[in-house]
């Protein structure tokens, strides 16, 4: 079993990380596994390296080892070039200049009939040989899942909300993924849904264990994964640490970050009761 930890440096962690680094931790050690870590700072604006220090800091504070060095996908950008350039040779890419506003506008003008936020595909009938500087590069879902059909493509889920083998639904598909950015506006810096998954295939992961709210997610990196010839780890949705509202926590609150839990005199034994986990690996 190999598992792994992999937070965007562009803040301090919070409960909701620390539950999720120690279970991922502690599943990898009880299966004499490994347990890696990852930093997913391709964001280059918002993510520093004194986050990255902090998160490390933390997580040693916590008990928590990981084998080999932490990984860095900024400092490997060129390797997302290739996978991006097999996806365009299939046909499977197009370039959007889309602002945030045109979406939102799209998606709510009445004859669209959108009630939900999925790409509503303004750039879709524009070749790749139009691509201007600043565009991003979107995946064609379509195509995607046309040169998929005939194949079973399908994960397996581990964790105690969605347990079970899961087929990738086209239609759920279109309806709540949609054309999804795998090339960022105005960068050329690949994207979170493939860089992750990339970067879990060179890892050799064999389970990817995150929070429950990445479970939707899952079906785009898996038809990416079938894309691309590589193999499909099994996922593991955790629950969501909440605050007393029920509001899912977030790095904006600050107020539960492990820092100021650490400053405010707090042990590792005490998170650990937090989050209602015991003390054994």
């Excluded at 370039?95 to 509503?120: K, N």
């Excluded at 590069?137 to 079973?152: P, Q, S």
């Excluded at 889920?157 to 990738?168: F, N």
Aim: proline share 5%; net charge negative; with cysteine.
């Amino acid at each position: 079993m190999i598992t792994r930890f992999a937070p965007s440096p562009t803040g301090p962690l919070h409960l909701g990380h620390a539950y999720s680094a120690l279970l991922g931790h502690r599943m990898a050690r009880a299966a004499g596994g490994q347990f890696l870590l990852r930093m997913e700072d391709t964001d280059l604006e918002r993510s520093k390296p004194e986050w990255a220090d902090l998160i490390c800091t933390d997580l040693r504070w916590l008990g928590i080892t990981w084998d080999g060095p932490v990984h860095s996908q900024a400092a490997q950008l060129d390797s997302y070039d290739a996978p991006l350039q097999r996806l365009e040779k299939m046909g499977l890419l197009y370039p959007c200049s889309c602002s945030r506003a045109d979406i939102r506008a799209a998606l709510s003008a009445p004859q669209e009939g959108v009630t939900h936020e999925v790409y509503p595909q303004l750039c879709k009938s524009r070749p790749m040989s139009d691509r201007k500087p600043g565009d991003a590069l979107r995946l064609h879902l379509d195509k995607a899942l046309d040169l998929l059909a005939g194949r079973e493509v399908h994960f397996v889920e581990t964790g105690a909300a969605h347990a079970g083998r899961h087929a990738i639904d086209p239609g759920q598909a279109h309806r709540e993924i949609g054309d999804v950015v795998l090339s960022r506006k105005g960068e050329n810096i690949v994207a979170y849904f493939l860089a992750s998954a990339l970067d879990d295939a060179a890892q050799d992961i064999t389970h990817v264990v995150r929070g429950e709210d990445l479970f939707d997610f899952t079906a785009i990196q898996v038809i990416l994964l079938s894309l691309l010839d590589l193999p499909i780890p099994i996922y593991h949705h955790h629950k969501l640490i909440r605050d007393e509202n029920g509001k899912r926590l977030a790095k904006r609150d600050d107020a539960r970050s492990l820092q100021t839990y650490r400053a405010a005199g707090a042990s590792p034994e005490d998170i650990f009761n937090m989050l209602g986990l015991d003390q054994t690996v």
